[in-house]
């Protein structure tokens, strides 16, 4: 009786089963929990509707955390009915360790955390802020992201020279400006690291104005890093897109590219391919010629 | 004779026969009118020209509701030509509701919509700007959109990955802004979705200047805001990129990838790739030896 | 005599000989002149250079004129030996509407127009700024700008789609912040023309932040439509991108697609190939057994 | 003895050993030296960090340039070991100008050079600046940056083009703007030069406001340049990620293209191909039949 509400709670949470109405019902009714949970975070932050309605705000996220933590303590019972995490103690303490119970974690302890801990105002907002990260929860619920994240990884080299190269360059700006500006704007490049805010602004082209360069020679310079900041976009713009044209010829190759003689790949080394079939050239049947 | 009359005014409204000097005439004349009405909405607001050419704005309105007004009575009779929309009723009830009469009769309703509600300043000049989208009925000329549309549709779902992660990297930057810049600019970062204001024009790399980060965690936060905005820049070209350099390749392949001993596609399967042509190898002529 | 030096100025003029150091150093020394040429045009609109210099810059305006001026007439002089412009006259008016030739001509005609016409200041300058086209003089001598122009017109459909699809943009933006703004910055937004202005600086990620939207519902307006400038980048890019590798394809396929086994193109219909060569297989010598 | 130091000196410098303990050890220690002398720098100019820890600072920077001078000195010494520098002096020339060694060189010298000539102070924190590139001497132990040179070196073709193509366009856009805009502003669009600064700006899509146009023609004008400036950023990008697309292509086909039937690179003249081995059709023992 126990092990089968538990293989039924199991069944539920993770939606293992096709056919399961409650299932179904259950998971759609968290996805829009949690969709309802990070409107409510936005629109509290609005002064008007947190005072008019800032009862509603609080039931909301009481009973908001109240389902979360059900479905986070139900998870971990669960977990070790999940071959991976078998074990009483050993598979729930590597469970709690992976990304989404992590998630569901961090989901509900900005609402614990301040009934244990004092904390001052601006770490209350904050932790208020960290109930917005259950929109991560939404990942479990999402498959083509992997997709995604397979591109990133596959140009993850090439990416990192970028990172590294456009921070260099950063880093180069922002001294070169500091020095330059210094004495006209001796409030707005006072060091190198305030500078550099100037220096992400230009090269991400973003451009606020509220840091601009003065001086000839500082605009001179400033006109050198804008148009270094175009190639700052062309390089992930172009690895991206060569990651992505990659990915498709990939899915394409694997499919359309087999010997048409023989069905083997044709990517395959030549030895495994099989030899064209010539039809057997000769058989003049000497024997009859014998009895002549 | 109804028929008749009913049919020619098919023919011109669709421009379906090739050499049809009126056909093409009438087309023509409405591709100018839309252009015309759109010259014209544009120029009415300029209030030099409203206050001058008050009357001539007026008279070309009414002149081009009664011919768009014609236009669309006219489709509307004779649309059960068309083997799409037979049926007295049925077939122009289904017409109505086509993507293309819709805009036909929204080109022509901000006429008689003041006529028949009562309405405010405001909702005047909203009308004004709907007959903009007169522009559309063009839509109905141009055939090289599809292919555009294609592209488009071919990379939907990573499109909509892109969407959505944008829109949660928004929400995250305007969160994170709000609470580090509240308590210093608590007019301009009031709440996260004022803060959304200064996270769109950061992340799309506008960069107004009206609303900036002044606290130093909130510069250094806005900092990584801006460089990540270059990649919601990179995603989408990279995807429409690869978009376009495929819908070429499937171009090309249809043509190119046959086997070259067959004829046969390289992508069909290989039992219908006939085998390679070997020359009969020996026939000797061993009845010519038995009479030696 | 007379024939001997107009064919040497023509091959000088065209640098048509290979070996020839007169005409090299002719053709260096123009290259040079237009770049001084446009460096003065440019260093003249600095005032104190222009106070200090006035007579420096007139002369050598005078002197590039001139030698312009020879230079159009020895080319205008020995153009009918060109054969496609054989004729004494007709020849030579058919050269003169050239895009070289034109530009040849617009790049003296700033120096002597304001001799024939009366000019008022404003003119003047443009007339000034005009000698900067004296730079396309030097399209003549580059061969690579040709290859890009191809690219262009590889994709010109798509960019025309691209052009249009954000004019059509642009047109709806502007007067969507016209209806919305105009109350409220009546000064700002007086006319869908003048939002016009906003609307390409927005979507084109500019953002100098001279005209802002003030009112939630222009800011909620003018977010959408930032975001969408991003498509309006990725779009051209996208196109470019597949049409540099489109180019890039077409010279590698051209070299490398070769049956290895009958040297046709891979391309080429089956038909054409020649079928794959087996070694004659029996050649039985009936001939000495008949001695035996 | 003398040479059996010099030769270990140099394989720990060059870390050319594989288990070489202390060579990794020292050359990890030489590159947090240089992570922590970048970022030294650029604490340095925060004031209150200068004050408060100027001896500090001092100290580490006397220390870092003793170890990098003795390190340059035992480079310079142990140079010749290396088979391209032997020779006494020739080899150390010639390893003095090498891109790596003028690094060496050039991160110690802003700490030497004051002592010989007297410097201003704009100088003495220029040279400060200087101590930045020491950075680049990372660049001796990144191996991938290699990969990344490669892509631009073969695009350098078309990006010089672009390069021009750019200038070209500020050039024109920025004496357009200088002719229309300087009546109304003489201050921001004083010469061609200065209104290169907003050419700039605009087509790097930036966009501070400091320098915006006034005039209804200047804004015309100023939309069709901001326009043009995507198209600024299209080519680039498209010639990046056709250069990284035609990077991938390389190595996939130098792998992949391989004639299945016999082995050969397809790319390969067909003459090296292999024949298509097909089974010797006939072997009739003649001689058997002899003896009968």
Redesign the interface.
């Known amino acids: 009786m126990y092990h089968r509400i538990k293989s039924r709670v199991y069944e539920i949470l993770e939606n293992s089963l096709q056919e399961d109405g409650f299932g179904k019902a259950f998971n759609i009714f968290i996805i829009v929990l949690i969709c309802l949970n990070?409107t409510a975070?936005?629109?509290e932050?609005?002064?008007s509707l947190a005072s008019q309605y800032g009862d509603l705000f609080w039931n909301f996220e009481v009973f908001s955390v109240a389902i979360f933590s059900i479905e986070y303590i139900l998870r971990l019972w669960t977990c070790n009915l999940n071959p991976e995490y078998t074990g009483m103690l050993r598979g729930r303490i590597k469970y709690i360790f992976t990304p989404f119970a992590i998630i569901d974690l961090l989901a509900i302890m900005p609402f614990y955390l301040p009934m244990i801990l004092p904390a001052d105002l601006?770490i209350i907002?904050?932790l208020r802020?960290f109930r917005?990260f259950r929109?991560f929860k939404l990942g479990r619920y999402s498959e083509?992201?992997q997709t995604?994240i397979n591109v990133i990884n596959n140009k993850k080299?090439?990416l990192t020279?970028t990172v590294v190269?456009?921070f260099?360059l950063l880093?180069?700006a922002s001294?070169?400006m500091?020095?330059v500006e210094?004495?006209v704007q001796p409030d707005k490049f006072?060091?190198?690291?305030t500078s550099?805010?100037w220096g992400?602004?230009?090269l991400?082209?973003?451009?606020?104005?509220?840091v601009?360069p003065m001086t000839p020679l500082g605009?001179f310079l400033?006109?050198i890093i804008?148009?270094l900041?175009?190639?700052?976009?062309?390089?992930?713009?172009?690895?991206?897109?060569?990651?992505?044209?990659?990915e498709?010829h990939k899915r394409k190759e694997t499919e359309?590219?087999?010997?048409?003689?023989?069905?083997?790949d044709?990517?395959?080394?030549?030895?495994k391919?099989v030899?064209?079939?010539?039809?057997?050239?000769?058989t003049?049947k000497?024997i009859e010629?014998?009895n002549?």
Chains 1, 2, 3, 4 share one sequence.
């Open positions: 990070v975070v936005v629109l932050t609005e002064e601006l907002r904050a802020l917005l929109i083509s992201m995604f080299e090439e020279i190269m456009g260099l880093l180069i001294a070169l500091y020095t210094h004495d006072s060091s190198i690291l550099m805010w992400v602004i230009t991400a082209t973003v451009g606020y104005g509220d601009v605009k400033g006109s804008a148009l900041g175009i190639g700052l976009f062309a390089l992930p713009t172009g690895i991206m897109g060569s990651g992505f044209v990659e498709l359309k590219r087999i010997c048409p003689h023989c069905g083997k044709m990517d395959e080394p030549p030895e391919h030899p064209i079939e010539v039809p057997e050239p000769l003049i000497i010629r014998k002549r």
